[in-house]
């Protein structure tokens, strides 16, 4: 028996027990106490934490990726079935005139030290230093990169990467309409957690101690992009929120999971599946039916209230599905669209999975 098998036979099961007692699990009270400290502060002191941009010109798009977490092309990276896909993105985007967020977890640093992420990372990044250029693009911490955060070196390292000086936010407000105005407020959504987003302290913790355990132990602990129970409380937590505020809708990452008018993919689904049965479109309900049974082995559960929510809850879903599809959101010309991009044949292309006029919010 290997040495590491003989700690993981050793330490999982208090490891794990260990998670349980003292939990990232979501606290709906922390979460929303964070998400509105984090919001007021951007809005009031726009600069350190977030920058506040206007919507005021029809030039401006955006798109919106996040959850890469960028690795080193081994089994265990999750994004390398990704990334053909992201290059080809970024490339279309970019040749657009798209401003680039990168809205958490970009880079894999729970698993992986920096060195190892850059050296296997060099396409993606040097197309994301071409935004860089255009000064197009802004980047978001999560938890799985708070790194860019608390260490005192992160800057240096982000202008080794980009060549100029490039500033790490943990959020920002996208304002929107002339006479009838909407915040758009994109933040990762780690706010809240107990493990990802406490003091420094705990901050450091996590990022040098407990991240490089687990991922030794080879443990997914209290995660909500592995759990479905955290998934859904994340989401629930989300919506509650951004549905209380005034004029304002949140986009997130952080759990995996595409979000878009505060329904996942499979509540749309539903939702498509009940207009086809009240207009008796037979080809429509079994193309539906089938795709239901599909996402259902993946992601089974459904808001009680899923028809009844208000359309203030975003999530960009992520750029490291297994099957190597990414999905992000744009924002042009008033428009807001969950967009999928997925190899057909040896080709990356894009596709529409959602849309909404920004005004109808509004």
Request: glycine residues 6%.
């Amino acid at each position: 028996m290997s040495f590491r098998r003989f700690l993981q036979r050793l330490l999982t099961k208090p490891v794990t027990r260990l998670a349980n007692r003292f939990s990232s699990r979501p606290n709906r009270d922390r979460v929303h106490l964070a998400l509105s400290k984090l919001y007021a502060h951007i809005k009031k002191k726009p600069g350190k934490k977030g920058p506040v941009i206007n919507l005021n010109s029809a030039d401006q798009k955006f798109i919106i990726f996040s959850d890469l977490h960028k690795g080193n092309k081994k089994r265990s990276d999750d994004f390398a079935p990704a990334e053909s896909n992201y290059l080809a993105a970024l490339d279309h985007y970019y040749g657009m005139g798209y401003t680039l967020i990168i809205l958490g977890d970009s880079e894999e640093l729970w698993k992986y030290n920096l060195f190892t992420v850059r050296k296997h990372n060099q396409a993606s990044f040097l197309l994301e230093k071409k935004f860089v250029q255009q000064k197009k693009l802004i980047k978001i911490f999560g938890n799985h990169d708070v790194f860019w955060n608390n260490d005192p070196f992160a800057s240096l390292q982000l202008e080794a990467i980009y060549g100029e000086s490039v500033h790490m936010y943990e959020g920002l407000v996208l304002k929107y309409g002339s006479q009838k105005k909407l915040d758009i407020f994109l933040t990762h959504g780690h706010q809240g957690d107990g493990q990802s987003d406490g003091n420094k302290f705990s901050a450091w913790f996590v990022a040098k101690i407990w991240a490089p355990l687990q991922s030794f132990l080879e443990l997914n602990i209290n995660t909500p992009a592995f759990n479905d129970i955290l998934k859904t409380e994340h989401n629930q937590f989300m919506y509650e929120w951004s549905s209380a505020q005034q004029d304002m809708i949140l986009i997130t990452g952080h759990t995996h999971q595409p979000v878009f008018e505060s329904m996942t993919h499979l509540e749309r689904l539903y939702k498509q599946l009940l207009i086809a049965r009240q207009q008796n479109d037979q080809p429509a309900i079994v193309i539906l039916q089938e795709e239901i049974a599909f996402r259902r082995q993946e992601y089974d559960h459904v808001s009680d209230d899923y028809l009844h929510l208000k359309p203030t809850y975003f999530n960009t879903g992520c750029c490291c599905f297994t099957d190597g599809d990414i999905t992000g959101i744009e924002i042009e010309a008033g428009e807001i669209r969950l967009i999928k991009w997925k190899k057909e044949e040896t080709i990356a292309k894009r596709s529409i999975l959602e849309k909404l006029q920004l005004d109808t919010i509004v």
